[in-house]
């Protein structure tokens, strides 16, 4: 993996992602998540998994855009994006019937008629896991594998992270790799118990985040980089 540790040296700011930045969005969701067990089990066909994990990170990230947090991103001041991630805001995490029904094509050309089962699944048992009650919902973080370690990613959760402190609201994602389970703990969220998809699928790992908590105290901080809205 290129892993840099140099950031541009133009710096970046959080932003909405714009209309037109879907398909580069989704290019870099791509990328992070190419070695994504979840990724890895919906798209068990390694010479097709890049694209159409591309072409499913641009339909949710349509979906994602009317919502509360929308799709922010880190990027530089010249458009260059390094990390992105979709947030939605309390009671607004889960698509309406209509909106569903009008994504379908999509995700059928997505998965292919025997993906869209399995899709299917991995959505449902998502859903019957994710906590009642306001929160806001974290289905996706990514970070350019040319900037990961460089601190984007951990960038774009603070900032929503103070927000959600300012307003007192919790917090929730699920894991699916252990290994980022202590990156979102630094962040204040503590793992729930475990998701297990259907068929012999991965593991996820549900987590939750009290507002106010310890770690979130030095989050609420004001951000080292410069904030755009």
């Known amino acids: 993996m290129n892993v840099r540790t140099v950031l541009p040296s133009a710096g970046y700011?959080?932003?909405?992602?714009r209309p037109a930045e879907s398909g580069a969005v989704a290019a870099?969701?791509?990328?992070?998540?190419?070695?994504?067990?979840?990724?890895?089990?919906?798209?068990?066909?390694p010479s097709h998994r890049a694209r159409r994990t591309a072409r499913f990170f641009k339909l949710i990230s349509r979906q994602q855009r009317p919502r509360a947090g929308a799709v922010r991103v880190a990027a530089t001041r010249d458009g260059e994006l390094l990390a992105a991630a979709l947030w939605s805001g309390p009671g607004?995490?889960?698509?309406?019937?209509?909106?569903?029904?009008?994504?379908?094509?999509?995700?059928?050309?997505?998965?292919?008629?025997?993906?869209?089962?399995?899709?299917?699944e991995v959505e449902n048992t998502l859903h019957e896991s994710h906590p009642e009650g306001?929160?806001?919902?974290?289905?996706?973080?990514?970070?350019?594998?040319?900037?990961?370690?460089?601190?984007?990613?951990?960038?774009?959760v603070?900032?929503?992270?103070?927000?959600?402190?300012?307003?007192?609201?919790?917090?929730?994602?699920?894991?699916?790799?252990?290994?980022n389970v202590p990156f979102y703990e630094k962040f204040g969220f503590r793992v729930t118990g475990e998701i297990h998809l259907p068929g012999g699928g991965p593991t996820l790992?549900?987590?939750w985040r009290v507002p106010g908590s310890e770690p979130a105290r030095e989050l609420a901080r004001p951000a080292s980089v410069p904030t755009e809205g």
């Open 158 to 179: 603070r900032e929503q992270l103070a927000h959600c402190d300012r307003l007192g609201e919790p917090a929730y994602l699920e894991s699916s790799k252990p290994s």
């Open 205 to 207: 790992w549900p987590m």
């Open 13 to 17: 700011g959080i932003r909405c992602a």
């Open 28 to 45: 870099l969701l791509a990328r992070s998540f190419a070695d994504d067990p979840v990724m890895a089990w919906m798209f068990p066909e």
């Open 92 to 120: 607004r995490w889960q698509p309406s019937a209509a909106r569903e029904l009008a994504a379908l094509p999509g995700y059928a050309r997505t998965f292919g008629a025997r993906g869209l089962r399995r899709a299917a």
């Open 134 to 156: 306001p929160h806001w919902y974290l289905p996706t973080l990514g970070t350019d594998p040319a900037f990961q370690g460089t601190g984007v990613g951990s960038a774009l």
